[in-house]
T-cell receptor
């Protein structure tokens, strides 16, 4: 069974600086999708970025980018020019491209942004 | 545009009481619908998903059930709540046949069993 591990329960970053959140996953599949979701204190979870496993190019969405290392099964999220509004819980998630409807989430990393 | 509504936002229920949480989606048709539970300090646990009216798949055996009486309505129920049912419940939807693009989540229900 697939698993998703986020080894950093909490991280903090100074405003305007860069922070990287780690995520590793375990799977025997070759075709899958990876996601980062953000859950701010208001609780509504939103999709931040998505990566297709068969694409070597790392996904980028404005200040958010990923470092996808397929062989290492690593999928880290980099937030550049951190803003106070980036403070949230961040979840890494895995979705098989072929195996059913289940998206597997990691335990999350709480990010604090210091002014 | 598509929106997802989930209610109530908070709920305090005594042990043994029934439960009904509702989720509706607007602006789309034939969505995939999901119920997740988030326990403190943990990730999201998939409880149920549905790919159509009356079609419910359960991921975790427990005293909860789900129903989909209409295309864009998803209901989470229980006949008798347990203390262990406390948690944060999230409804989510995704586009049918494009589920791989990720989910849109509702704002969640904080359920406390006393």
């Amino acid at each position: 069974a697939q698993t998703v591990t986020q080894s950093q329960p909490e991280m903090s970053v100074q405003e305007a600086e860069t922070v990287t959140l780690s995520c590793t996953y375990d799977t025997s599949e070759s075709d899958y999708y990876l996601f980062w979701y953000k859950q701010p204190p208001s609780r509504q979870m939103i999709l931040v970025i998505r990566q297709e496993a068969y694409k070597q190019q790392n996904a980028t969405e404005n200040r958010f980018s990923v470092n996808f290392q397929k062989a290492a099964k690593s999928f880290s999220l980099k937030i550049s020019d951190s803003q106070l509004g980036d403070a949230a819980m961040y979840f890494c998630a895995y979705r098989s491209a072929t195996g059913g409807f289940k998206t597997i989430f990691g335990a999350g990393t709480r990010l604090f942004v210091k002014a | 545009s598509q929106t997802i509504h989930q209610w109530p936002a908070t709920l305090v229920q005594p042990v043994g009481s029934p439960l009904s949480l509702e989720c509706t989606v607007e602006g789309t048709s034939n969505p995939n619908l999901y119920w997740y539970r988030q326990a403190a300090g943990r990730g999201l646990q998939l409880l149920f998903y549905s790919v159509g009216i009356g079609q419910i798949s359960s991921e975790v055996p427990q005293n909860l059930s789900a129903s989909r009486p209409q295309d864009r309505q998803f209901i989470l129920s229980s006949k008798k709540l347990l203390l262990s049912d406390s948690g944060f419940y999230l409804c989510a939807w995704s586009v049918r046949r494009a589920d791989l693009y990720g989910y849109t989540f509702g704002s969640g229900t904080r359920l406390t069993i006393v």
